[in-house]
């Protein structure tokens, strides 16, 4: 597959420049992309016209607003992906289906799925919002991260279960089972840190709600070719 060299650069250099929240410099971004000074200036100079890098008083370059605004556009996409497989999900599990994304260091929840009868249902809606160390959504999305010391024993068992189950943590006797979306953000900035899964107060089968919540991360990261 041929690939226009100039724009390759770019993304490349965006990905490089992601990964250092200090910021780099136009030396070390030249040396990483195994280039010349003036072609690495130039790459900037075109990022930074599009406002997505912008420099910092003592000249390094680091992301700027025009990254998460692409981010911001890319929800809707999400949602559209993601929510007749929801609905697909709340019927198979007769159980609250949530697809979740991460904001700074809370998990939010962007699209919501009710099956049509089934066990009590969680008041889970649009916006609810809660600290990613907590919650089955949370914990499947720091399982999605690379190994860390920091990591709880809750994130090390998700991580080889491939999905996460909580209990009572954000609401009293709520169930909750999730798997991962998305592409962790520190592995690379281009991605997003998301997971898909389900809620239920009693009576739900984690069973198969597990292999139903993996089943379904899987096929809307088919859809969205990550």
């Not at 003036?38 to 930074?48: F, P």
């Amino acid at each position: 597959m041929s690939t226009l060299q100039t724009l390759d650069r770019g993304l490349r250099a965006l990905e490089i420049i992601s990964q250092r929240p200090g910021g780099i410099s136009i030396a070390e971004l030249a040396a990483e992309l195994d280039v010349a000074r003036a072609i690495s200036y130039r790459i900037v100079a075109t990022l930074e016209a599009h406002s997505l890098v912008a420099r910092t008083e003592d000249g390094r370059i680091r992301l700027s607003a025009g990254t998460a605004i692409l981010g911001l556009r890319f929800h809707p996409r999400l949602r559209e992906v993601a929510q007749p497989l929801l609905r697909e999900l709340a019927q198979q599990t007769s159980a609250t289906a949530f697809l979740s994304m991460l904001e700074g260091d809370e998990c939010v929840v962007i699209a919501v799925a009710e099956p049509d009868s089934g066990i009590l249902r969680v008041g889970y809606r649009l916006g609810t919002r809660h600290p990613v160390s907590r919650g089955a959504a949370g914990i499947a999305i720091l399982a999605g991260r690379p190994a860390a010391d920091s990591d709880t024993d809750q994130v090390r068992q998700a991580r080889r279960d491939g999905f996460s189950i909580t209990a009572g943590e954000l609401e009293h006797g709520a169930v909750g089972v999730a798997a991962g979306v998305g592409t962790p953000l520190d592995h690379d900035g281009l991605g997003f840190e998301s997971s898909v899964g389900v809620v239920a107060i009693e009576g739900l089968d984690t069973d198969i709600a597990a292999a139903a919540v993996v089943k379904i991360a899987a096929r809307i990261a088919a859809l969205l070719d990550i």
